[in-house]
């Protein structure tokens, strides 16, 4: 065992400014959907380029919201992506929706959006790629594949947060939906975000999160409570003030990760794809037949060193008897999906690692599959 402290996958920082507006928020007595949530939004919208953010109580939620939003319901087909975190296929089922997953590109993980445009048929409504690990998925391609289609976008950008895609942030270029779970790189603890430049879509969206009510019971809507509390605002508000900067340190270390773990036989290191930010959610690579030891025993080696590591995302979402036997869930072939997930490993890169938290992680590595 090593002697050194372990490295945590994700860490989670929060300091005196979080403490000061939580109390502020305390002491105000305005508990839920108050000021401090209109001033999270405010900043939010800044962050993402668009006019309206709208605060939810978590990333599933605004997923949910966005597909409600646009009309989306039973008979209706939704297109993403078979590998992600399974918010983004319940979100789909819940709405009553069908989904249909096409495979994604081994080069951005992501939707591949030539495989999404051999599903669209009449029932589609909507292409929902999801920016994995913090890249963009091919936008250019999706907007054109929309327009052409006459397709809504929903992005789940749950894991996005302040990633561009030809300089233009996501969650701008459709309905973006984000979470703000405590492992996010932006987080409430629990909360969600959905962005939008359609003024109609976000007055929807404000209707279906407070019961559909416009004024003290005014419904207009069937709704439902998707509200933000003003304390989980106040946690978010200071984390975007020093966004930029937490961001960067993502990005710096995965560089120094890429270049360390450079040309390692079997080891496939993250690609940055041109014009595209990548915000490293996760720093992911893949251990491939070609690597000396497979990928259990490359966890196996790095739990010793104490390093934390994770599979992000061991199955498909479609490789769960609940969704295979479920006559809404529709999969084309999806042999890169299924190669990622048997392949993919994710290992630290938030902002809080030393260089020396760098350097045993690169070492490692090297060492395991390269000695
Ligand atoms: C985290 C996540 C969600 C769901 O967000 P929650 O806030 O946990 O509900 C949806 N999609 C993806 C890709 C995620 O990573």
């Known amino acids: 065992m090593s002697e050194l402290p372990p490295i945590p996958i994700t860490t989670v920082r929060l300091g005196a400014e979080e403490e000061a507006l939580v109390l502020e928020v305390l002491r105000s007595g305005m508990l839920a959907q108050g000021p401090m949530v209109e001033r999270l939004e405010r900043d ?26 646009l009309g989306v319901g039973p008979g209706d087909e939704v297109i993403t992506s078979p590998f992600t975190f399974v918010a983004t296929m319940n979100a789909i089922l819940e709405v009553g929706a069908t989904a249909r997953l096409a495979d994604i590109s081994l080069d951005d993980y992501c939707l591949d959006p030539a495989r999404a445009a051999e ?12 920016h994995l690990y913090g890249q963009s998925a091919d936008m250019a391609a999706f907007t054109a594949l929309a327009s052409s289609n006459s397709l809504a976008i ?42 939008t430049t359609d003024d109609a879509i976000a007055d929807r969206l404000r209707l279906l999160r407070n019961q559909g009510m416009r004024a003290r019971y005014q419904y207009e809507i069937a709704g439902h409570n998707y509200r933000m509390t003003d304390l989980q605002a ?25 270049e360390g773990l450079s040309g390692i036989d079997g080891l496939v290191i993250p690609t940055v794809m041109p014009g595209r930010r990548h915000v490293f959610h996760q720093y992911t690579v893949r251990v491939t037949s070609d690597a000396r030891i497979d990928r259990d025993a490359l ?3 790095l739990g010793a060193a104490g ?10 979402v479609i490789d769960y008897d609940c969704y295979r036997n479920d006559p809404r869930v529709l999969a ?17 890169v938030h902002p809080y690692l030393s260089d020396a938290d760098l350097e045993r992680i690169v070492a490692a590595v090297r060492s395991a599959l390269a000695p």
Do not use: W
């Open 234 to 258: 106040a946690v978010g508000i200071p984390q975007l003030e020093r966004f930029e900067h937490t961001t960067s340190s993502r990005e710096r270390n995965a560089a120094v990760l890429n």
């Open 44 to 69: 939010f919208a800044r962050l993402v380029g668009v006019p309206h953010a709208v605060a939810v109580n978590n990333g599933t939620t605004a997923l949910v919201a966005a597909l409600q939003a």
């Open 299 to 301: 966890i196996d080696h």
């Open 119 to 130: 599903l669209v048929g009449p029932s589609t409504r909507v292409v929902m790629p999801v």
């Open 332 to 348: 084309a072939d999806i042999p890169e999906a299924e190669r990622a997930a048997r392949e993919v490993l994710s290992l630290p």
């Open 307 to 316: 390093i934390g590591c994770g599979i992000y995302y061991p199955r498909t």
């Open 154 to 195: 929903v992005e789940d950008a749950a894991q996005a947060h302040g990633s561009t895609f030809d300089g233009r942030p996501v969650g701008s270029f459709g309905v973006g939906c984000f979470s703000f779970y405590a492992t996010k790189n932006f987080t409430t603890g629990e909360g969600g975000i959905i962005t």
